[in-house]
């Protein structure tokens, strides 16, 4: 499979140039991780190399604020490490959105609250929602 992408990629100019790009960035982010404090490191990602100018996104302003303070150092780091880069441009990532969901809630009924919940239910319609709703009650509650 990765042959085969390979192969289509490297047919067409716009393609080749695209693959050669991402390999490029690929690299710059192994260099970053390299030359970042640990406390940064899965912090910062490169985003893009155009003129020199090295963009990386940071999760968060507190991450930002941190690499800003180590450019000098980081251009040397790219530098020594063979790469074209005068400058880094940090942008701040937005943050992640946490998925909310709804706590599972355990119900608990006594075996009396189970039972006569369970002979009301029998009491009603075969085909009434109230029924159904009261025997998956009593079939998911605990004692």
Same mark, same amino acid.
């Given at each position: 499979? %990765?042959? #085969?992408?390979? +192969?289509?990629?490297?047919? !067409?100019d716009a393609?080749?140039?695209? @693959?050669?790009?991402?390999?490029r960035?690929?690299?710059?982010?192994? *260099?970053?991780? *390299?030359g970042?404090?640990?406390?940064? *490191?899965?912090?910062?990602?490169?985003?893009?190399?155009? =003129?020199? %100018?090295?963009?990386?996104?940071a999760? !968060?302003g507190? &991450?930002?604020? +941190?690499?800003?303070?180590? #450019?000098?150092?980081?251009?040397?780091?790219?530098?020594r &490490?063979? =790469?074209?880069? @005068?400058?880094?441009k940090?942008?701040?990532a937005?943050?992640e959105?946490?998925?909310?969901?709804?706590p599972?809630?355990? +119900?608990?009924?006594?075996? %009396?609250?189970?039972?006569?919940?369970?002979?009301?239910?029998?009491?009603?319609?075969?085909d009434?929602?109230l029924?159904?709703?009261?025997?998956?009650?009593?079939?998911r509650? +605990? =004692?």
């Amino acid at each position: 499979m %990765t042959q #085969l992408l390979h +192969r289509f990629l490297a047919r !067409g100019d716009a393609l080749a140039r695209l @693959q050669d790009h991402a390999t490029r960035l690929r690299r710059l982010q192994r *260099t970053l991780e *390299t030359g970042l404090p640990p406390q940064l *490191t899965g912090q910062c990602q490169v985003a893009n190399l155009k =003129d020199g %100018t090295l963009s990386v996104s940071a999760r !968060g302003g507190a &991450a930002a604020v +941190r690499l800003r303070q180590i #450019l000098p150092s980081l251009i040397e780091h790219f530098v020594r &490490a063979g =790469d074209a880069v @005068q400058t880094i441009k940090v942008k701040v990532a937005a943050p992640e959105q946490a998925v909310w969901r709804a706590p599972v809630s355990e +119900r608990q009924l006594s075996s %009396t609250a189970k039972e006569g919940l369970a002979r009301f239910a029998q009491s009603l319609p075969a085909d009434a929602p109230l029924r159904e709703a009261l025997e998956r009650l009593v079939r998911r509650s +605990r =004692d």
